[in-house]
């Protein structure tokens, strides 16, 4: 018999961060986190100006280019961004730490290109292979995800591990802490590893935080679901993700050669120390 578990008792139950109520969340969040959001907002503005400012053209066989690698990785790092604000503001804090999270990954991903470490886009695409590999190998695995393929489709696949075995031996998943190593930001991975553990990943910690203990706590006085989710960590989350974004734009503008944004970029590092220290 599974426990009985008593569920909160509000109409936003049902509905989840769908209520129809959670505008009056995101009005409460944006006057709570003012000074966070407005930050979080012109920075936004300034790492979409660095995208903007640089044409980029790509001729044939620079798809690892350096730099080209870096701006795409800015501009999944300012769309985790802006994700993470729409997801702060209604109060979402598990998704909105998990995209966080995102920024910062690829924050470390960029400070290793800054630093000049061309092996890096090498272990870029070294570290897509053992996924790619893991698919094949499963497929072969199970019988059903083959049974309508025929057999010429399996003897693809399989020649196609072999090949992977044969080329590049045993794959193992790449490392980010190599990336932490060259990219020289290693106190943007502690914080990476806290969002692993208490929002991106279903850890005990992160479950967690959908239960209300009771008084004692000992015992369960009910589950958290929707806005009802605990706000408190809604400042630290954009704070850790302003730190990562700011780092992300910093290395891509330095490599094309510090161009105007950079200028506000500064003010706005200057800026975040100072909110940091109060």
């Not at 001729?59 to 702060?88: C, H, K, W, Y």
């Not at 060259?182 to 914080?191: D, F, Q």
Request: some cysteine.
């Amino acid at each position: 018999m599974p426990p009985d578990i008593p569920k909160a008792r509000r109409p936003d139950y049902a509905a989840g961060f769908l209520s129809p109520d959670i505008g009056q969340r995101i009005d409460q969040h944006r006057t709570t986190y003012a000074a966070w959001l407005a930050f979080g907002e012109r920075l936004n503005a300034t790492g979409q100006c660095v995208l903007s400012e640089v044409p980029i053209t790509l001729a044939e066989g620079q798809a690892t280019d350096p730099i080209f690698v870096a701006f795409l990785l800015l501009i999944r790092t300012m769309s985790n961004f802006q994700g993470t604000i729409l997801m702060a503001e209604r109060g979402m804090v598990v998704e909105a730490r998990t995209l966080a999270r995102s920024c910062i990954e690829n924050a470390i991903c960029v400070g290793a290109l800054h630093r000049g470490e061309d092996a890096f886009v090498d272990r870029m695409l070294y570290g897509s292979l053992p996924a790619h590999k893991g698919k094949a190998s499963f497929l072969l695995k199970q019988f059903g995800g083959l049974q309508f393929s025929g057999e010429a489709l399996e003897k693809c696949l399989r020649e196609h591990v072999d090949q992977l075995n044969r080329q590049w031996g045993a794959l193992g998943s790449a490392k980010l802490e190599a990336s932490v190593e060259e990219g020289g930001i290693r106190e943007l991975y502690l914080a990476y590893r806290q969002l692993s553990g208490d929002a991106a990943h279903p850890s005990v910690a992160a479950l967690s935080r959908y239960v209300v203990p009771d008084e004692s706590g000992r015992s369960i006085r009910m589950l958290r679901a929707g806005p009802s989710m605990n706000p408190a960590e809604i400042a630290e989350t954009l704070n850790m993700a302003c730190g990562a974004v700011i780092a992300a734009c910093a290395g891509v503008d330095d490599m094309i050669g510090g161009m105007t944004a950079g200028q506000s970029l500064a003010a706005l590092r200057r800026e975040y120390q100072v909110m940091n220290d109060r």
